[in-house]
């Protein structure tokens, strides 16, 4: 790769292809670098390459993924380049005795393109996110009890209002949280009721509160007029 002056930051071979058929690489990409670097790999043994810009953790594979989801159309990032030599321990080549294998291998150009701007392809940083904590959603396996099929929707709505009612405003996690057992859709449901009614608000951290309350947010005002 340095040898066809593409800037590397990193390259990783990846466990799951044997730390041999996949590629992940992490380039400094100029214009028409990404194809450069998916075309070079692919003269290798390398059969699939991912290219992403270096702002990426190759060593993370959410974040390859989502550069994957965010920065690649298929029908223009996505290069398959057929009849190229191919290592024998590939199970699903078509092997013919005496001949040499070929295969057909595939690049992924996920770097950011160039004709676009940069600040469309930043993370989005969500308020309060490091404050939340949403362990008991995702790793209590024996939350969702039997109740949760006969839980009183409009019951446990107004037990939602009571709540806030005698509370500071709380995150929707926090809501959940109070009662997961009852299942979350049932909670989303009964929130709804609340918001048919007129009666949720949010506070200016984007807490749940009741409307009439002392911390409701002020709504935007449009600096246009009818």
Same mark, same amino acid.
């Given at each position: 790769l340095r040898e066809a002056r593409i800037k590397v930051k990193d390259v990783k071979c990846t466990p799951g292809a044997s730390g041999?058929? !996949? $590629? *992940? *690489?992490? *380039?400094?990409?100029k214009p028409g670098d990404g194809n450069i670097a998916l075309m070079t790999a692919l003269t290798t043994h390398i059969k699939h390459a991912v290219v992403v810009d270096d702002d990426v953790d190759i060593q993370n594979p959410m974040e390859v993924e989502w550069a994957i989801a965010t920065r690649v159309q298929a029908d223009k990032d996505v290069v398959i380049v057929r009849n190229l030599s191919a290592k024998p321990l590939d199970p699903s080549l078509d092997v013919v005795t005496g001949t040499l294998p070929t295969t057909a291998k595939m690049g992924i150009d996920a770097t950011m393109p160039a004709h676009l701007p940069r600040e469309r392809f930043a993370r989005i940083k969500y308020l309060m996110e490091d404050e939340l904590d949403v362990s008991h959603i995702l790793n209590d396996d024996t939350a969702m009890s039997e109740t949760a099929e006969e839980a009183d929707i409009? %019951?446990? @709505? &107004?037990?939602i209002e009571q709540l806030l009612s005698g509370n500071d405003p709380l995150y929707y996690s926090e809501i959940v949280k /109070?009662?997961?057992?009852?299942?979350? %859709? &049932?909670?989303? /449901? $009964?929130?709804? *009721?609340l918001h048919g009614k007129g009666v949720l608000w949010k506070d200016h951290l984007g807490r749940l509160c009741l409307r009439d309350s002392a !911390? @409701? @947010?002020? #709504? #935007?005002t449009s600096k246009f007029t009818s």
């Open positions: 041999f058929f !996949h $590629a *992940i *690489i992490s *380039i400094e990409a409009t %019951q446990l @709505a &107004n037990d /109070q009662y997961w057992t009852l299942g979350l %859709q &049932n909670v989303g /449901q $009964a929130l709804s *009721i !911390h @409701a @947010a002020e #709504p #935007p």
